[in-house]
Structures are given as structure tokens and as C-alpha cells.
């Protein structure tokens, strides 16, 4: 038996050895040599400080930023997380969004859903809308949209609330990607943005628009997929081109 085993035991070793240690070593090696930036995690640096990676999103939530795509990762471009939302798009809970309670048993949104996302689209980047109950009635003390009324509202199954853009929305400025960390977005929504990015900045919206093209991923090897922004490059050329003042 020992004579039998003997043979498997040493190519189990040898082959451990060449592929666990010896071949990751190469490589790693051989990246970051040739790639040395890419196999660092693709990290942006700004005035010798990290200030993310070119390969993941991050929540910008600030007028005078461009906004990212919706996460699905954790609470957001998690990348310990990361994934879609695995709902279909008859869901209900992908259209209308749902609620919960909280440890201090306080309603606090569960998932937004994209009808939400619509209506914060709509109102950030003033896009005309059509709603079936004015959303003044929505609103906090603070004047602010207050989600979890909002949800309910949609949810209401004797009079939904019925909300619609009047323009057209680009569908990554209101749906996650698979894996929840995107960190570019499609050129028009970046447009549409641009206005709002601009007002916050006080400059003009065609001042901000000729930045888009700067931040902008053509298409790989000239045909595969879609030219796309990122997030964050744009958002720091922003920053250096129109700072905001203190």
C-alpha cells in the first residue's frame, strides 16, 4: 500500500508546490513588474493621498459631485459584498422598494427600489415629472423627501402612488450592476448631471460638460461594450478644474 501511495503523495506535493506557491509567485511578480499600477488595485491618488480605486465605485451624494449608478454590494460598493440584487423585473420589491424596522424600532428604508430612484433622479437634476399626488406632501420638517413615506406610498395597494419622468432617464442612473461596484456611468447620465454639478459649483453647465469627455472609457479594443465615465475621475478633475468655495 505504501509502495501505492507513495507516487500520489509526491506528485500531490510537487504539484502544490508548482501551483500554489511557485506559479502565484510569477506571476505576482511578472504583474508587477509590467503591471504595476493595475496590480496594486488600480489605486487614484490625489496630493500624494489614496483616494480610491479606479476599479470601484464609491457614494457620492453631494450636489456638486457627480452621482454613481445604485449598489447592491452590502451597503454600497462593498467589495466584500459584492452582487446584484437578484431581483427580476416583475419584482415588487426591485419596483416599489420596502421598508423595516430598526433596533430602536424606527421605519428605515430596506430597499429603495428604482421607483424611489426615479423620483430623486427627477428631483435632483430638475427633470420634469408627472405625479399623482404633489410630493410637497412627502416631505420631512426639514423640507427633505422622506423615503420611507414615499415607499409606503408606492406600496399603497387601494391608491398607488403613480410618478413618471417626462424626459428620458438613462437606466444605469436608476439600476445596479451585477456586481454592485461599477465605477463608471453612461455618458448621457453624466450629462444630464451636469447641470446640477455646475449650479453647485457656480459655473456653467457647458463648462462642466467639456470635463465628461476627459473621464470617458471608450469602447475595449474599439468594439466591445460601451464607452462609460468614471465616477470618480470625473469627480476629482471637477474638484481640481472648479473647487467649491469654503
Given at each position: ?97 420596502t ?17 424611489l ?22 416631505k ?74 476627459q ?26 478644474k ?5
Open positions: 500500500m505504501l509502495k501505492e501511495l507513495g507516487p500520489g503523495l509526491r506528485l500531490t506535493i510537487i504539484f502544490t508546490v508548482l501551483t500554489g506557491l511557485l506559479y502565484p509567485a510569477v506571476m505576482t511578480g511578472v504583474s508587477e513588474l509590467i503591471f504595476p499600477k493595475q496590480a496594486n488595485g488600480s489605486l487614484i491618488t490625489v496630493n500624494g493621498k489614496v483616494v480610491g480605486s479606479a476599479l470601484i465605485g464609491q457614494p457620492f451624494a453631494k450636489p456638486e459631485y457627480f452621482h454613481p449608478r445604485p449598489s447592491a454590494a452590502g451597503n454600497g460598493y462593498d467589495a466584500t459584498a459584492s452582487g446584484g440584487s437578484n431581483l427580476g423585473p416583475t419584482s415588487a420589491k426591485l419596483l416599489r422598494g421598508i423595516k424596522m430598526d433596533d430602536k424600532k424606527n421605519e428605515i428604508v430596506d430597499f429603495d427600489g428604482i421607483n430612484r426615479i423620483v430623486h433622479y427627477c428631483v435632483d437634476n430638475d427633470i420634469p415629472y408627472e405625479s399623482s399626488v404633489p410630493l410637497d406632501q412627502f420631512d420638517s426639514h423640507g427633505d423627501l422622506d423615503d420611507v413615506k414615499l415607499i409606503k406610498a408606492f406600496n399603497d395597494d387601494k391608491a398607488p402612488l403613480l410618478f413618471s419622468s417626462k424626459a428620458s432617464i438613462p437606466p444605469d442612473a436608476v439600476t445596479a450592476s451585477a456586481s454592485g461596484l461599477d465605477p463608471h456611468i453612461s455618458p448621457a447620465n453624466a450629462e444630464t448631471q451636469s447641470s446640477r454639478v455646475a449650479k453647485a459649483r457656480g459655473v456653467s453647465a457647458d463648462q462642466v460638460k467639456k470635463l465628461i469627455p473621464s470617458t472609457d471608450r469602447a475595449d479594443l474599439g468594439f466591445l461594450g460601451e464607452p462609460r465615465v468614471n465616477v470618480l475621475m470625473l469627480n476629482i478633475a471637477v474638484d481640481q472648479f473647487p467649491v468655495s469654503k
